[in-house]
């Protein structure tokens, strides 16, 4: 028993160089010397954000793009408030989100295509701001390639608190995870916060047929949609002009239920690669779990023990470096003591996933 657990946390350590290999191989790309010509709709699901709202909107107004090539279409999923548009140079409209499915965000972004008038479409989140040279960067890159979907960066704005940089540790080690499977063709994960597609290709896709059922996912499971049919017009644009910014949260509740969204989604991935990979880090941090245990009741050398955390803290730390070395200049904080806590909240959050409800927004979900 003990030398499977051993096996399964090197298999773990040898998955995660695989992707540490894969994120040098993403080149970044900053380049913002064409005159930009792409028309973009930005859509933004809301609920009860009147806060976050006008700061979202405020970054937005910095942008450095012509504002009459962009919208902005305010999904508003039945708020307690109606949230009044302040005055702004680029165009802004409020929708109600019209609900047929089990997914807000999902009817949401349909709601708003009905309306939407430009070919590419951008999805970001109400608790975001946005980088000057954002869209500037995208049309860019989408004069000079041809593709039909983007994925993005998204980093926190860490206070001290260590739930913060907890946070932005876990964050660290997704995006990096994210980016090291495009390095490697198998590009599996985005973030609905930073996503990009034309119209066009949203409806060669179906759309979110198939996974509408499913309350989250209005990211990836269209991502993994896509890189199944259309893997060549799929890209990810390693960008620090792209990194969007959001809010970590501010208790630990919050965190979970929103942990246990992001992994209930894993067992009804399309991508073998993303099932395999969720599967092996789940069992990687069990087996950590495990041997640790073993130690505790004697039945394993504290060598053992040592050598293994030291193997897997390793390749770990070297992916969670160069993601938020990429992603920040908040420098990492309470990594070994985040590194020692991480296991039991992974495991948990993915046992909790398979079984159990999750709130978010005011609303209770089941997968």
């Given amino acids: 028993m003990i030398f499977v657990l051993y096996f399964v946390i090197i298999l773990y350590c040898v998955a995660i160089a695989f992707l540490i290999y894969g994120f040098t191989k993403v080149n970044a790309i900053d380049y913002i010397g064409l005159t930009p010509k792409t028309k973009f709709s930005i859509i933004v699901p809301f609920r009860n954000e009147a806060e976050n709202l006008p700061i979202l909107l405020e970054s937005l107004s910095k942008l450095n793009y012509p504002m009459e090539l962009f919208e902005v279409i305010l999904v508003d999923d039945f708020s307690e408030e109606a949230f009044k548009i302040p005055s702004l140079k680029f165009k802004v409209s409020v929708i109600n989100n019209v609900r047929v499915t089990n997914s807000p965000k999902k009817d949401a972004i349909v709601t ?121 017009k799929v890209h990810y644009l390693k960008s620090q002009n792209t990194i969007i910014t959001t809010k970590p949260l501010n208790d630990w509740k919050s965190l979970f239920y929103q942990r246990v969204r992001w992994a ?17 880090v789940f069992a990687g941090n069990l087996s950590w779990l495990f041997v640790l245990g073993f130690w505790v ?39 070994i003591l985040s590194s020692l806590l991480y296991p039991f909240f992974s495991v948990s959050v993915a046992l909790y996933s398979l079984f159990g409800k999750y709130e978010w927004k005011g609303r209770s979900f089941t997968k």
């Fill in 264 to 280: 209930s989604k894993t067992s009804s991935y399309q991508s073998t690669f993303g099932k395999g990979l969720g599967l092996l």
């Fill in 112 to 232: 708003a295509m009905q309306i939407v008038n430009t070919d590419w479409i951008i999805t970001t989140d109400a608790d975001c701001t946005v980088n000057t040279n954002w869209l500037l960067t995208l049309d860019n890159y989408i004069q000079l390639h041809d593709v039909a979907m983007i994925a993005g960066a998204v980093t926190y704005d860490c206070g001290n608190s260590f739930s913060h940089h907890f946070q932005q540790l876990d964050l660290s080690s997704l995006q990096g995870a994210t980016i090291g499977s495009f390095g490697i063709n198998k590009g599996f994960m985005c973030n609905g916060a930073n996503f990009a597609y034309t119209k066009s290709f949203f409806k060669k896709l179906n759309g979110f047929e198939g996974n509408d059922g499913i309350a989250s996912g209005d990211d990836v499971f269209l991502l993994q949609k896509a890189t199944a049919q259309f893997p060549e």
């Fill in 297 to 335: 009741l004697g039945l394993t050398a504290f060598q053992n023990v040592f050598l293994l955390y030291t193997l897997k803290f390793s390749v770990d730390t070297v992916l969670i470096y160069k993601a938020n070395e990429f992603l920040t200049k908040t420098k990492i904080k309470y990594l």
